[in-house]
């Protein structure tokens, strides 16, 4: 059975960092390209970030780019998120999700490109 379960999310205070890892279970990792989406509070979720099955490629929102990096180790079949400079407006529930691609550079922004979710963790950026 196919998992995906996220970690290291918590409180931190603004301009902190945090790291979000995404343990996958159950699939040939090198097959997937990955994402990061969130959810604020009363609002849909939005994409995040996301890394080509390689982990080559790499596509951020415009509102986390130079603040986030993405990384994907595929002999651990764990994917990463480095937060730093966070911002209040960066709470939210962090989900990373997963889709078998064929071509090793493809990344995936959509929702519903991604059939593989996990059940998130919890970031809040506040004093």
């Known amino acids: 059975q196919v998992h995906l379960v996220e970690s290291g999310g918590g409180l931190v205070q603004p301009g902190g960092s945090l790291r979000l890892s995404c343990a996958a279970s159950?699939?040939?990792?090198?097959?997937?390209?990955m994402g990061w989406f969130h959810q604020a509070p009363g609002k849909e979720r939005e994409f995040v970030v996301s890394i080509s099955r390689s982990g080559s490629v790499t596509l951020y929102a415009d509102s986390v780019k130079g603040r986030f990096t993405i990384s994907k180790d595929n002999d651990k079949n764990t994917l990463y998120l480095q937060m730093n400079t966070l911002k209040p407006e960066d709470t939210a529930v962090y989900y990373c999700a997963a889709v078998v691609v064929a071509g090793k550079s493809n990344v995936l922004q959509g929702l519903g490109e991604y059939d593989i979710w996990g059940l998130g963790t919890h970031v809040t950026v506040s004093s």
């Open positions: 159950g699939l040939t990792f090198d097959r997937y390209a």
